[in-house]
């Protein structure tokens, strides 16, 4: 079974910066690297949202609200996917998640890693 952990969450101060990884285990490193992967997020009240996508090629596409200040990166030989966040503002406090971004291959959502962001 395919278990996927996020680390790296932590307090900081508003124009902060953490790195997020998330470690995908249970999986062959031919199939992770098969699948796109995604950063998503959810903060309190809120729905989840898509926050980052990186391909199995390394094509990254961002969400609006983090373009310019986030990097999302891949090392396929260790099943994990990091999240650089820079220039980190109140409004991104949620917790942070990953996972494949193709609905149909999606695996079980891990625990999350919270952020919060103080100003």
């Known amino acids: 079974q395919v278990q996927l952990v996020e680390s790296g969450g932590g307090l900081v101060q508003a124009g902060g910066s953490l790195r997020l990884s998330c470690l995908a285990s249970?999986?062959?490193?031919?199939?992770?690297?098969?699948?796109?992967m995604g950063w998503y997020r959810q903060a309190p009240g809120k729905v989840r949202e898509w926050v980052a996508s990186?391909?199995?090629?390394?094509?990254?596409t961002y969400a609006d609200f983090v373009k310019g200040r986030f990097t999302i990166s891949r090392d396929n030989a260790k099943n994990t996917v990091y999240l650089q966040m820079n220039s980190l503002r109140p409004e991104d406090t949620a917790v942070y998640y990953c996972?494949?971004?193709?609905?149909?291959?999606?695996?079980?959502w891990g625990q999350g890693t919270q952020v919060t962001v103080i100003s």
């Open positions: 996972n494949v971004v193709l609905l149909s291959s999606r695996y079980s």
């Open positions: 249970g999986v062959s490193e031919r199939i992770f690297t098969f699948n796109s």
């Open positions: 990186i391909t199995s090629d390394g094509r990254t």
